[in-house]
């Protein structure tokens, strides 16, 4: 059965990969599984026939056979449970990666965001420039946390896991904020997944996307 991911057509990433296909388009690259991909219009997003497969009209959607799938997260673990390459054999490793994934998502991500939202939205309110020093103290408190717990090991808990790729994609949403330059440890872990082959391929698909949507100069 062929696997069918929804991306941007046109991505406000600037084909930087920030975008959550991305992370799909990893996992599926490194479980050694083949996809397609449907671009879709921010239009076409909010229209009934997409939004019965991804009920919030955000993407990725993913599709295989008479499954549908939302939220790159379950997504990702679908994929590492049902491939290889993404999920430790062992138990209580699993458990751990899968804890890892949550982490990254829940506790990680979620002032990230918070943090991006003024950015996007909120330049011009009067509040803007004394919130947004809260925000980045939010997330320095959880990247503290995160060097403290990575220390000197390559990946988060021995072998790299779907639990490193989320944690290396929410982490690059950080890239030129000035917030990671403290913390060389997750400087480096970053680059570490970034050269992954897999990352690699991945991220060259989505650009290529950028590229040919002519947003590229």
Known sequence: MTITISAFERSPDGGQGMARDMRVRWALEEAGQPY????????ALKEPGYKALQPFG?????EEGDLVLF??????????????GLLPEDP?????????????LNT????????EIPEYLERDKSWYEARMPLLDER?????GELSIRLGDVEWLDGAFSAG???MVTVLRRLIGSGLLERYPNLVAYIARGEARPAY??????????FKQSGQAD
């Not at 690699?200 to 996307?209: G, K, N, P, S, T």
């Open 36 to 43: 397609q991909v449907r671009l879709l219009s921010f239009e």
């Open 58 to 62: 955000q993407i990725p959607a993913y």
């Open 71 to 84: 939220e790159s997260g379950a997504i990702i673990l679908h994929i590492a449970e049902r491939h290889g």
């Open 92 to 104: 209580n490793a699993r458990a751990r990666a899968i804890a890892w994934m949550f982490a990254a």
């Open 108 to 115: 990680v991500e979620q002032p990230i965001v918070e943090r």
């Open 139 to 143: 997330v320095d408190h959880r990247l």
């Open 164 to 166: 490193d790729l989320l």
């Open 200 to 209: 690699q391929r991945a991220f060259a698909d989505q650009l290529e996307v």
